[in-house]
């Protein structure tokens, strides 16, 4: 019985203890945060912000974007991750959204979220292979097109 006493407090207290916060939504608040991303928003997708919590980079990325996308992109290069290039191509363009046309770094970023996209969607080398389904998927096209078009509309005032 001494067992039991002891054991259901420690229980509760460690179950309580859980790596993620979870939330509850209605069922159309959850439908639209599954499909937000930084290309269609100002805020990262739930997707990209789960990896960055994950990997203690969240709040160094909110002080210092290109430092942490400098430090994945050696990741990238080292693993070939297929999802690591999502993640960054969602950074880059996110922070390419947070600059203005005049910064140098504008174009390099999405540039950079173009290449990164690309890498994602048909790079042979990188793994897995991607899901045509998946969310990752669908946001990298978005970010792929959305990127082509801002370098477009960066070339076409540099031209003018």
């Keep these: 019985m001494k067992f039991y006493f002891w054991f259901l407090p420690i229980l509760i207290f460690v179950l309580r203890c859980a790596t993620y916060s979870t939330f509850s939504y209605s069922q159309f608040e959850q439908e639209k945060l599954v499909n937000l991303s930084g290309v269609s928003s100002n805020k990262l997708s739930l997707l990209t912000t789960r990896y960055l919590k994950s990997n203690d980079l969240y709040d160094k990325f ?20 297929r999802n690591l290039a999502y993640y960054l191509s969602e950074l880059c363009y996110f922070t390419g959204n947070s600059l203005d046309m005049e910064d140098p770094q504008f174009a390099k970023m999405y540039a950079s979220a173009l290449v990164y996209s690309y890498t994602y969607l048909f790079d042979k080398k990188a793994n897995p292979t991607p899901d045509p389904f998946s969310a990752e998927f669908r946001f990298a096209l978005f970010t792929y097109n959305r990127s082509l078009a801002q370098l477009v509309r960066f070339a076409k005032k540099i031209v003018s």
């Design 62 to 81: 909110e002080e210092s974007p290109l430092v942490v996308i400098y430090d994945l992109d050696y990741e990238l290069m080292a693993n070939k991750s």
